[in-house]
């Protein structure tokens, strides 16, 4: 297991094992509570995690905890002023939980990554140096520079979908921008899966939904469920992940389930 220390010592040749940019570029569809929550349980089993919020929102900055108008650097900073990475990450309440934040500043940086050499690869820069088990990027809601410094960056993709009426609205576009990652920057880059957020299994739209899913993605859409649950809604208000706020609910219950399938996958 690494320490907090050899997690974020710079190691120019060792890149984290698994980098996993969630992403969709639908609003609300649950990316950001997916990544707060799934890192809170890949930490159970000992494992360093570090979360990047690659936001400008600054959703995850704020559920886990932070005041985002008040930090020295953020990953704005890391971006284009270059500071140490490590100096940058912060320590969240949980064992083994790092966070690389965010704040308003990071919207500029679709805008002046347009003038950066290497522009698609600016993150995967920062990230190359960091040496965790996992490294989940939450994106921002479009497929922008951000995302794609993201999928640059990544050695796996997870994208989460709504249970709703327009959940593969846009699916075609996002898989089409993954595969030109693939060409130009990333071959090796991977989907890992769809997940489904906000699923109500009292509605016959939510199982349609699936079964619809279950048609395109086959075994790449996983098994566990999210559902909708107030809990997770609650949680960041209070800036803790659903371990802290209610650890039997059923939205804990399932990010702990998709933990394990998550690791489960990685393994096979
Ligand atoms: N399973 C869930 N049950 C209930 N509420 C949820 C669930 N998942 C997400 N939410 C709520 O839905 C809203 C959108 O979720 P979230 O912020 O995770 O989506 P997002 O994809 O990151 O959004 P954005 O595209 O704006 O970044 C939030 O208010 C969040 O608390
Ligand atoms: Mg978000």
Known sequence: MLTYESGITNRQTNMAKNVIAILNQKGGVGKTTTAINLAAFLTKTGRSVLVVDADPQANTTSGLGLDKNSLDSTLYDVLFSHP?????????????LYLLPANANLAGAEVELVNTPARELQ??????????????????????????NALSAATDVLIPVQSEYYAMEGLSQLLAT???????????LNILGVVITLYDNRTSLSQQVKTELERHFGDKLFETLIPRNV?????????????????????????????????RRLQS
């Not at 140490?84 to 949980?94: L, N, V």
């Not at 990652?181 to 071959?187: E, G, I, K, S, Y």
């Open 84 to 96: 140490e990475a490590s100096t940058t990450i912060q320590k969240i309440g949980r064992v083994g």
């Open 123 to 148: 993150l995967k820069k920062v990230l190359d140096q960091l040496d965790f088990d996992y490294i989940l990027i939450d994106c921002p809601p479009s497929l922008g520079l951000l995302s794609v």
């Open 178 to 188: 993954i595969q030109q990652v693939r060409q130009a920057l990333n071959p090796n």
């Open 231 to 263: 809990r997770l809604a609650e949680a960041p208000s209070f800036g803790r992940t659903i371990i802290e706020h209610d650890k039997w609910s059923k939205g804990a219950r399932a990010y702990k389930a998709l933990a394990k399938e998550l690791e």
